[in-house]
Structure formats: structure tokens, C-alpha cells
């Protein structure tokens, strides 16, 4: 079942110029970095109450963002939602008509599991689905 928002990812093109701002004008806390190999992301954290904000930026270059950020630019990449059982939610998703960008979930930050719904199943909005180990 869907539990929380867990965060709001921003497509950044300048990583540092993006965590000064959130850290430096907007006051935000900031929680280090993360390379996300599996993504070919390096993430920005801003944990802000109950939720945060994560910068996403190509690592090394490289990946399916660097195509994201030249085709429609920096913003808001997608909308994560926590799951307290990802296998049942994809399931029950499945079977409702849901597509996924992938056919089973992969490691994501924080060592969770993740995988993403396709933006045409939600009204052109790129949804990702995680699931914290447990203990977490």
C-alpha cells in the first residue's frame, strides 16, 4: 500500500549550483550525495517535513537523464511514493492496467527497492514506486 510522498525529484543540468541554492537561499537541510548506479544518477538530499527533495544529475555524463534534460530541460523529473510492500502494490497495479518502465523493481538510494510506473499511465507524470529494507 502507498504509505507516504516520499519525494520530489528536480532534474538539475549543475548539480553544486542547485544544492547552493536549497542549502544557501532557500535554507533547506542538506544530507549529502548519493551515486545511484543503477539510474546513472548522482542525488542531492533535502530531507523537508516528512518528505524531501532530491536533485537528480547525470553521473559522469552519462544516462537516460542527460537525454531527459535535453529534450524538456531542468524541472521536476518525477514524484515518488513509498510502499510498505512494493511486489503487492506492482501486482494490484499490474492488473489494473498500470505500465512500468521496467519488469521488476531495481536498488535505488538509500538502498531501497524501486521501480517506475510509465508516464503514460499517469496522465504523463513519471511515478516511481519504493520500498525501504526493512529496519529503516
Given at each position: 500500500?502507498?504509505?507516504?510522498?516520499?519525494?520530489?525529484?528536480?532534474?538539475?543540468?549543475?548539480?553544486?549550483?542547485?544544492?547552493?541554492?536549497?542549502?544557501?537561499?532557500?535554507?533547506?537541510?542538506?544530507?549529502?550525495?548519493?551515486?545511484v548506479e543503477a539510474a546513472k544518477t548522482t542525488t542531492?538530499?533535502?530531507?523537508?517535513?516528512?518528505?524531501?527533495?532530491?536533485?537528480?544529475?547525470?553521473?559522469?555524463?552519462?544516462?537516460?537523464?542527460?537525454?531527459?534534460?535535453?529534450?524538456?530541460?531542468?524541472?521536476?523529473?518525477?514524484?515518488?511514493?513509498?510502499?510498505?510492500?512494493?511486489?503487492?502494490?506492482?501486482?494490484?497495479?499490474?492488473?489494473?492496467?498500470?505500465?512500468?518502465?521496467?519488469?521488476?523493481?531495481?536498488?535505488?538510494?538509500?538502498?531501497?527497492?524501486?521501480?517506475?510506473?510509465?508516464?503514460?499511465?499517469?496522465?504523463?507524470?513519471?511515478?516511481?514506486?519504493?520500498e525501504y529494507p526493512e529496519g529503516h
Amino acid at each position: 500500500m502507498i504509505v507516504a510522498l516520499d519525494h520530489i525529484a528536480i532534474a538539475v543540468p549543475d548539480l553544486q549550483r542547485a544544492i547552493d541554492r536549497f542549502l544557501g537561499d532557500f535554507g533547506l537541510t542538506f544530507e549529502g550525495t548519493e551515486n545511484v548506479e543503477a539510474a546513472k544518477t548522482t542525488t542531492a538530499f533535502f530531507p523537508i517535513d516528512g518528505t524531501s527533495i532530491e536533485l537528480v544529475h547525470p553521473l559522469d555524463g552519462q544516462g537516460p537523464l542527460v537525454q531527459h534534460l535535453e529534450k524538456r530541460g531542468p524541472g521536476i523529473h518525477h514524484l515518488c511514493f513509498r510502499s510498505d510492500n512494493l511486489d503487492e502494490d506492482v501486482v494490484n497495479l499490474k492488473d489494473k492496467g498500470y505500465r512500468f518502465l521496467s519488469d521488476e523493481p531495481s536498488v535505488g538510494a538509500h538502498n531501497t527497492r524501486v521501480i517506475f510506473i510509465h508516464p503514460k499511465s499517469c496522465d504523463g507524470v513519471l511515478i516511481e514506486l519504493n520500498e525501504y529494507p526493512e529496519g529503516h
